[in-house]
């Protein structure tokens, strides 16, 4: 079939909305038409190239839109059904069978190829073959080809084209503090970095019941939002020293710590802000082999750090209780949102780039 998508063809590039060549669902595929689709920080590394993903590529790993199709074998899901998308794992490594699925052994391949797994490619353009599959989905595009295990069916009453974000930023950041850290309440926690992944983390800090919630930025309006959602502290690290500060607030330093930026500076103050056993969780993407420096003593007399990968979340699990959340008006994640048509895609790129909104989310017609 036929579909529009957004396609870049160079290391940087813009995004190019073309129409594509899109293959029928292989047995265990759905085809899903998408209603909205959300900007992700890994879209655009990617893009970047800080994952070798081949291009040319279409991106897009935050949709959510109505089935229109299935495979042969897929007895789970119908035409009609209303479904957000998140990200794919094998199912069968010794992580996927204990239940932490996004240590997957095969996540790369199922997410990152640019194919599905067995090298196959399921978009071409002029009978040239163009990279997809991206988290199992490419969803910057009318139309996905996603696989039976990365979707999560959602009620009617919810706004569909609002929900794509769930399947990653939102969940990457509030699974961080529900399922990783697992703060107990009054406890404090110190969130480096208020994009979609921070702000998400502060306001499941509020519904876990942390008592200090710091949130450390460079901006001061995403600074704002961070207290309106639930921040106690705001710091502005242009202004004030953050390891500092955290310790004048918490007296100790905070219980633990989240690195959402991806730069390695932030990663070592997000440690030494910790207390003594202290938890730092490091979430922020940068190239394939970057590194940082930590203090042994510091890490000696009892911090730890530990890496968190899409919130140590099982999305059919975790989405549904984050909409419960909303429901009840406790987790307000539409207020990070702003919408785009899907024709305004490289305007809405430069505007979260640019820290102008938190969220974007394309709108398909």
Do not use: W
Request: proline share 5%; charged share 20%; hydrophobic share 40%.
């Amino acid at each position: 079939m036929k579909i529009q998508a957004a396609v870049v063809r160079e290391k940087s590039g813009p995004f190019q909305i073309a129409e594509l060549d899109l293959a029928d669902p292989e047995d265990d595929e759905v085809l899903v038409r998408i209603a909205g689709v959300g900007i992700c920080h890994t879209d655009l590394v990617c893009r970047d190239q800080y994952f070798p993903v081949p291009l040319p590529c279409v991106f897009g790993h935050e949709g959510s839109g109505t089935v229109e199709e299935v495979g042969s074998q897929v007895t789970a899901f119908e035409k009609g059904d209303r479904v957000a998308v998140s990200y794919k794992t094998c199912g069968s490594c010794e992580p996927c069978l204990q239940g932490d699925i996004g240590y997957c052994h095969g996540l790369y391949e199922h997410n990152f190829l640019g194919t599905r797994p067995d090298g196959s490619s399921a978009m071409s353009e002029n009978g040239q073959t163009v990279h997809g599959h991206f988290f199992a989905q490419s969803s910057f595009a009318s139309h996905a080809l996603c696989h039976t295990s990365n979707l999560v069916k959602v009620d009617a009453d919810l706004p569909l084209e609002l929900l794509g974000p769930l399947g990653c930023g939102v969940q990457t950041g509030a699974g961080a503090v529900m399922n990783a850290l697992k703060p107990q309440a009054g406890t404090s926690i110190a969130v480096f970095g208020t994009g979609t992944v921070g702000l998400s983390a502060v306001m499941a800090a509020r519904v876990v019941g942390c008592a200090t919630i710091i949130a450390v930025d460079i901006s001061a309006d995403r600074l704002a939002a961070a207290a309106e959602l639930g921040a106690t502290h705001t710091i502005d690290a242009c202004n004030e020293d953050p390891v500092v500060r955290i310790q004048e607030i918490t007296g100790s330093g905070a219980h633990y710590s989240l690195e959402c930026t991806g730069v390695p500076e932030v990663a070592r103050q997000a440690v030494d802000s910790l207390t003594l056993t202290g938890v730092c969780g490091v979430m922020g993407v940068s190239p394939l082999g970057t590194e940082f420096k930590l203090d042994m003593n510091a890490v000696l007399f009892g911090r730890s750090v530990r890496g968190i990968i899409e919130g140590d979340s099982v999305p059919q699990v975790f989405l549904p209780r984050l909409v419960n959340l909303y429901r009840q008006g406790r987790f307000p994640f539409d207020k990070l949102i702003r919408t785009y048509p899907f024709s305004e895609i490289n305007q809405a790129v430069e505007d979260v780039e640019s820290g102008k909104v938190i969220k974007p989310v394309l709108l398909m017609n």
